[in-house]
């Protein structure tokens, strides 16, 4: 059985904006049951940006001698435990039925909700802190999937924290929120000087003061519904600027020059 186990904030954020989980220190010292399910974990998976934050946790491997599989497509600077690499989705999806059970997606808010989203996950656990973080990553990321829950198991435990269990039969009734190929989004671009009229190399402008409107983009969206990016996505600021997600993908310059 794949479970998903995360705390967040009351408002529904993994870690806050800079990706620290900080609000957390002080609930280290309640149990809300974390040995027993760890006690039932017989192999991990995780994203390639958790794992790094792991390693810089602590010296001991926390998974001890578990099977870890990390989705990532470059080698791994440091190998602690079983860790092993596995360079799409659909290969770790794959892998699956041959980890010793359970499995336990740690971390990583967009895997956890991408294996939800497609129907594997047979049990989330949520943790609940008393807090507000306003903004941050949220555990769900916007978009991906929409859905009624079961009713869940209610466990309450000290310093307002409360644990919600959802056990399902079938989480691929969620319906997966997805934009079509090709369909236009708002500007990724937020001033244009002066845009040439193609083709090339006549660079005709049109009218209206040689000001072309902002430029809407098609964007090919999750590989038509399939999967991760084509591309990894830059490590700064991966979803704010834009450009670093253009630089990612690549970009051909006129070839006229500046204007």
Not at 19 to 39: I, K, P, Q
Request: net charge negative; charged share 20%; proline share 7%.
């Amino acid at each position: 059985m794949l479970q998903g186990l995360m705390a967040m904030s009351l408002d529904g954020y993994a870690a806050d904006k800079d990706g620290s989980v900080a609000f957390l220190d002080r609930y280290n010292t309640v149990d809300f049951g974390f040995e027993s399910f760890f006690a039932g974990i017989g192999s991990v998976v995780m994203g390639r940006r958790t794992y790094d934050d792991i390693l810089g946790m602590s010296e001991v491997w926390l998974y001890r001698e578990r099977p870890t599989l990390v989705l990532t497509s470059s080698p791994l600077t440091e190998v602690r435990g079983n860790a092993e690499t596995v360079a799409s989705l659909d290969a770790l999806i794959a892998r699956l039925p041959d980890l010793p059970q359970d499995v336990w997606v740690v971390g990583g808010c967009a895997l956890q909700a991408e294996l939800f989203a497609r129907g594997l996950i047979r049990r989330l656990s949520l943790s609940i802190v008393p807090v507000l973080l306003g903004e941050g990553i949220l555990v769900f990321p916007r978009g991906l999937v929409a859905g009624d829950l079961p009713e869940p198991r209610v466990v309450q435990h000290d310093l307002g924290l409360v644990s919600l269990i959802y056990d399902f039969e079938d989480s691929s009734a969620f319906k997966r929120l997805e934009r079509r190929a090709g369909e236009g989004v708002c500007a990724l671009v937020f001033g244009v000087a002066c845009v040439a009229f193609d083709p090339f190399p006549f660079h005709l402008m049109p009218g209206l003061g040689g000001v072309e409107a902002l430029p809407e983009f098609g964007v090919f969206h999750r590989l038509f519904g399939g999967g991760f990016p084509t591309v990894a996505l830059p490590p700064v600021n991966p979803l704010g600027e834009p450009v670093h997600h253009i630089d990612a993908v690549g970009h051909e310059g006129d070839g006229a020059g500046p204007l």
